[in-house]
Every structure is written in structure tokens, then in C-alpha cells.
């Protein structure tokens, strides 16, 4: 008799410890709370992966480094002791965070003229500007007006023309950008006086001291 009561008594009791784990609700813990809870958190997550820019090349073209959540910096391959590689269709994408834009600025320039090596910068997906780039100056400062930057790098098959063709020693072909994400209400009259300037520079022009 007695072993009978402690077999029921240790039944009940497994299953109302069973109950309270599948119900917990019943111990005061509403399990759509706890839902909730676990929710928020995976939105949170989320949220911090789309807050992160990112920046893509393909192997071998360049290097993207520094790389975080304000920026980073894209470079040719082998920078800055030796020349980027010859014969070389390259690409790199930057995305800025959501709701912001990208502020581009080189920081080293040495390649051949436009008859040989070129940068190409894209604004976006739709291309609103399109800017090409080349010779041993520093560029301007770009700016976005997007969230999205693309760059088209190409060279020839020699970049001994660099040190024919240039007045000064430049040292060996490569080039060096920096940038930073930027929140675009805060840069309207930015973008519009970058884009202006950038047209008007003597870097991007088609006159004959560039060829």
C-alpha cells in the first residue's frame, strides 16, 4: 500500500513538472512573452547586419581593408611598394548602411594616362555620374549620391609608360582611396558642390595635357 502511494505521488508529481515545461504560462512566464522576447532579439540582429556597409573586389585586382561600420579603404594590388598588376578588368563595390551615402577621397594617385590605365567611378546602380579617372594628380573628393559605388579599374599590358610618360618621379604605379559612410540629409549641399567641382577638375577632363 505504501509503495502504491509513493508511485502515485511520484507520477503526480512528473506530471505536473511536465505541464509547467510545456505550459509555462501556467508558472507565470506567458510563453508569448518569451516569444516576443526572442523575436526582438533576432530583429536586432538583423537590423545590425543591414546597418554595416561592405566592400567587394574581385581576387587578385586590389584589396579592400580597414573595413568597418564607418568605412574603409580600397587600394591597388601590391600597394604601395610595387606596380598593380598588368592587363588587369577589375571591380569594386562599396554599399554604404542604409539611408546614408559614401564620401570617397584618394589618398595616393600614380597611374598611367587615359590612353592606357583608367578608373572608372559609378554612382549606383542607374549610373547618375560617371567619372574617369587617370595621370599622377590626386583627384577630387567624391561623393555619392547613392548608397552604392562602383569602381572600374583597367590597365595595359605595360606599366613602364608610367615612368616615360610622367615629368616627375612617381615611383611605382598603384593608387590608394578612403571612405567613409555618410548620413545623406546631412550632405546635400556636399554632394552638389563635390559634383560640380568634380566636373569642372582638370582631372577629369578631355584636354590634350592628359593624353
Known sequence: ???????????????????????????????????????????????????????????????????????????????????????????????????????????DFAMENKCCDLITVFDGENDPFEL??????????ITSTSGQIKIKFTSNSNNSALTLNSTKNVGSARWQARYKFLIADDNKNLVNQQLLDTVNSTNYSTDSNNV
Open 1 to 107: 500500500m505504501i509503495l502504491l502511494t509513493v508511485f502515485q505521488f511520484t507520477m503526480v508529481f512528473e506530471i505536473l513538472f511536465f505541464l509547467l515545461w510545456a505550459f509555462p504560462k501556467w508558472a507565470n512566464l506567458p510563453a508569448t512573452k518569451l516569444l516576443s522576447s526572442e523575436l526582438k532579439q533576432n530583429e536586432l540582429l538583423l537590423d545590425g547586419r543591414t546597418t554595416l556597409g561592405s566592400c567587394h573586389v574581385q581576387e587578385k585586382c586590389g584589396l579592400c581593408t580597414n573595413t568597418t561600420s564607418e568605412g574603409g579603404t580600397i587600394e591597388s594590388s601590391s600597394f604601395p611598394a610595387d606596380d598593380y598588376a598588368p592587363d588587369l578588368n577589375c571591380q569594386f563595390e562599396i554599399q554604404s548602411p542604409s539611408g546614408s551615402q559614401i564620401h570617397l577621397t584618394f589618398t
Open 132 to 141: 574617369r579617372l587617370n595621370g599622377q594628380d590626386i583627384p577630387e573628393e
